[in-house]
């Protein structure tokens, strides 16, 4: 386990130096400060009695339970190579929880530090109840994870999700609602305990499903590569393609009147293909989200000018996404067309984006100066984007 964890962690650090580049750490910067500026100010101004409160903060917690997956690191070879160690298999798992928990324990202890002030101006708990409430967190993501492990083995069935999930989101709201903090710690530790019994009775008694252990592994890993391959080329892994037939009559206006087939080909591509569509419509969203609940122009400008930004860096690998493809090469136009049809195609996405922006902050801040001076800071910074910065970092 020490050795393939070590070849893990390598191969993911190695990723993670090309997603936190240099404007993506900046852009983070920008949105911390932001979101926790918003944070303070709409902390301020909740009713310590409103109805919404508990419940609210009881499902967020339920869901960052979510986070996190249990990390095995088998592979597709490991079901014929290990299958006459099986018998070694649970010291192994053993191992494979234990490295599986930092992660999802530093995410629980993140999201109590966040709800914690509401917690505490609000009146909702005391302090020293925190520490109860992230304990029986850390207590319900083990046993999920000891729970998972039961269920790669032959014979054992399906656990009623429902029901546990109902399990605890009453652990968790108890403590809230009622606050029993020690109840609740024990009630966990209990049902962990329990947990751990069961797994170690189906270990001595149940066959190892490996196919299903290594396909759960394959997913999670998946999703991994799909996130990094948003800011760099991660070999091996395809893009998944929808036909969106709907989307026709779109390409073909779009496209209409325009001979660069470059361009079509840009388009077509860019709304077929989940992975650069998919990551424009989350930052887009995330960006009308976030200036709507800005209270301060200025602020809700600077972001605003960070999210165009943001956007058209992260769609800058479009152009580089058919190189490899040999047919695009042996098309009968010049290749400065090429370049001509990405920045027409990004051009469009960032107008699309600043029209949404600029009625939020209409929408927000009313028909005056400050929201015309947003509006062109806008236009300005997507078109000296596409016309200057574009044709200039294609070019390294």
């Known amino acids: 386990m020490a ?64 986070f996190g997956r249990l990390a095995t690191l088998l592979h597709e070879a490991d079901s014929v190579f290990l299958l006459p160690q099986e018998s070694q298999l649970p010291s192994y798992l053993k191992a494979a929880q234990r490295y599986s928990m930092w ?78 903090s020690i109840a609740g710690l024990v009630i966990a530790a209990g049902l962990l305990y329990w947990q751990r019994q069961q797994q170690t009775k189906i270990q001595a008694t149940q066959l190892f499903n490996w196919l299903t252990a290594v396909s759960a592994e394959d997913s999670r890993m998946g999703r991994i590569y799909r996130l990094y391959n948003l800011f760099t080329d991660v070999p091996g892994l395809n893009s998944q393609v929808k036909r969106r037939r709907y989307l ?82 042996l098309y009968p136009v010049a290749q400065t067309t090429k370049l001509q049809a990405f920045k027409r195609l990004i051009w469009r996405l960032v107008a699309i984006e600043i029209i949404l922006l600029s009625l939020l902050i209409l929408i927000r801040f009313g028909l005056n100066g400050q929201s015309l001076v947003s509006i062109v800071a806008f236009g300005g910074l997507g078109y000296g984007f596409v016309q200057f910065y574009l044709p200039r970092r294609l070019t390294k």
């Open 3 to 66: 050795r393939t964890r070590a070849t893990h962690v390598n191969q993911q650090v190695k990723y993670l130096r090309l997603v936190f580049n240099d404007h993506f750490v900046l852009a983070i910067i920008f949105l911390l400060g932001a979101l926790g500026y918003t944070y303070a100010n709409a902390i301020k101004a909740i009713d310590p009695t409103s109805w919404w409160l508990k419940p609210v903060i009881s499902l967020v917690l339920l869901a960052s339970l979510s």
């Open 103 to 180: 992660l999802p324990f530093s995410w629980l202890a993140m999201i109590t530090l966040l709800v914690a002030p509401t917690l505490l101006v609000t009146k909702t708990v005391p302090a020293w109840m925190l520490l109860g409430l992230l304990a029986t967190l850390w207590l319900i993501k083990s046993r999920r994870f000891s729970s998972q492990i039961g269920q790669w083995y032959q014979g054992t069935g399906t656990q009623q999700t429902g029901l546990w999930l109902l399990i605890d989101w009453v652990l968790v709201a108890s403590q809230l609602w009622l606050g029993w």
């Open 248 to 329: 026709d009559g779109l390409i073909q206006w779009l496209s209409a009147n325009n001979p660069n087939p470059f361009y079509f080909l840009y388009l077509r591509g860019f709304l077929r293909g989940t992975e650069f569509s998919g990551l424009y419509l989350r930052l887009v969203i995330i960006g009308g989200i976030i200036i709507w609940f800005s209270q301060i122009w200025w602020l809700a400008l600077l972001l605003g000018l960070l999210l165009i930004y943001l956007v058209g860096f992260q769609l800058l690998p479009v152009y580089q996404q058919y190189d490899q493809n040999i047919f695009t090469h």
